[in-house]
């Protein structure tokens, strides 16, 4: 869909706060309430934008995490569609490159995410699968960084979590039918959760609306300090996501960009850095999920 100034304002507004209310919403953009209220309901029909809560890993105690590189014999959409179907998979994408398939993992510690490796290389058509474990999430946009200052009391305080993880922009007064408390209740619940970090409403946008729908991943073998190195790639604004792990490299991230050009440049730009000793990079061809918005699970 094709997007003016004000929706591109509107969705930038709800990528810092997904409960921003209409009326401020309006005055930012300099609509009327009512011309906000359709334009972002038009947004959400669309499916161009998805408001929801992301919940701290911490609270769902996702402690590990990996990026695997996966190959195939024979076709690998349908694969890649079979690994998106796991509960641990948040991200799955078709690449170009040496592999064919890329797939983030959030899992409750290492043994949890030992299984699902294990799981996955042996599904049908999967060849090779080669992990980067993550160490430290350095930049991303759907992580809350800082440890929450307050913890969940109950099954109320988690069924609220799990009801805005479905509908970020639920009305205090709908949420509160849902989890059969009163209006002022639930207001006070979740406000107490969403200011002491437990979880964060955001706008989850495909990278094309905002005419930044290319997008390639990459991984850098690093000279020196790791940790280093990572300071320098996060600053550039294209990279919006980088993760220091342990593997066939010591950085792993992905650059969102306007163009093949942009991409090009960016990449030109990592290269002449000078801890990075060596440059992998591959083009996401199609993002088969992208879910962070995960609900608590067993396994």
């Known amino acids: 869909?094709?997007?003016?100034?004000?929706?591109?304002?509107?969705?930038?507004?709800?990528?810092?706060?997904?409960?921003?209310?209409?009326?401020?919403?309006?005055q930012q953009v300099g609509l009327s309430r009512p011309a906000a209220r359709m334009r972002v309901q038009r947004l959400l029909e669309t499916g161009a934008v998805r408001v929801v809560a992301i919940v701290h890993p911490a609270v769902r105690r996702l402690t590990a995490s990996a990026h695997l590189a996966i190959d195939t014999d024979g076709a690998s959409a349908p694969v890649a569609r079979e690994?998106?179907?796991?509960?641990?998979?948040?991200?799955?994408?078709?690449?170009?490159?040496?592999?064919?398939?890329?797939?983030?993992?959030?899992?409750?510690?290492?043994?949890?995410l030992e299984r699902t490796i294990e799981h996955i290389r042996s599904l049908p058509g999967v060849r090779t699968v080669d992990p980067l474990i993550a160490t430290r999430h350095v930049k991303d946009p759907y992580l809350l960084a800082d440890e929450p200052t307050v913890t969940v009391q109950d099954e109320l305080d988690e069924l609220i979590l799990t009801e805005?993880?479905?509908?970020?922009?639920l009305p205090f007064a709908e949420l509160a039918g849902?989890?059969?408390?009163?209006?002022?209740?639930?207001?006070?619940?979740?406000?107490?959760?969403?200011?002491?970090?437990?979880?964060?409403?955001?706008?989850?946008?495909?990278?094309?609306?905002?005419?930044?729908?290319?997008?390639?991943?990459?991984?850098?073998?690093?000279?020196?300090?790791?940790?280093?190195?990572?300071?320098?790639?996060?600053?550039?604004?294209?990279?919006?996501f980088l993760s220091t792990c342990l593997g066939r490299a010591e950085l792993v991230g992905t650059i969102t960009a306007e163009s093949f050009g942009a991409v090009r440049a960016t990449l030109e730009t990592v290269r002449e850095l000078s801890a990075v000793r060596e440059v992998e990079s591959w083009l996401h061809l199609e993002l088969v999920k992208e879910r962070y918005d995960l609900g608590p699970r067993t396994t």
């Open 1 to 26: 869909m094709d997007l003016d100034k004000t929706d591109l304002a509107i969705v930038r507004g709800l990528q810092v706060d997904g409960r921003l209310t209409y009326e401020t919403l309006a």
């Open 83 to 112: 690994i998106a179907t796991l509960p641990q998979a948040p991200f799955v994408t078709l690449t170009s490159g040496r592999r064919s398939i890329m797939a983030e993992l959030r899992t409750a510690g290492f043994e949890e």
């Open 164 to 169: 805005l993880e479905g509908d970020g922009r």
């Open 178 to 240: 849902r989890v059969g408390l009163s209006a002022g209740a639930t207001r006070s619940r979740t406000l107490r959760l969403l200011e002491g970090g437990v979880a964060k409403v955001v706008a989850l946008v495909r990278p094309e609306v905002l005419g930044m729908g290319y997008l390639c991943g990459f991984s850098l073998r690093i000279d020196g300090s790791a940790a280093l190195a990572a300071e320098g790639v996060a600053r550039l604004d294209r990279v919006t």
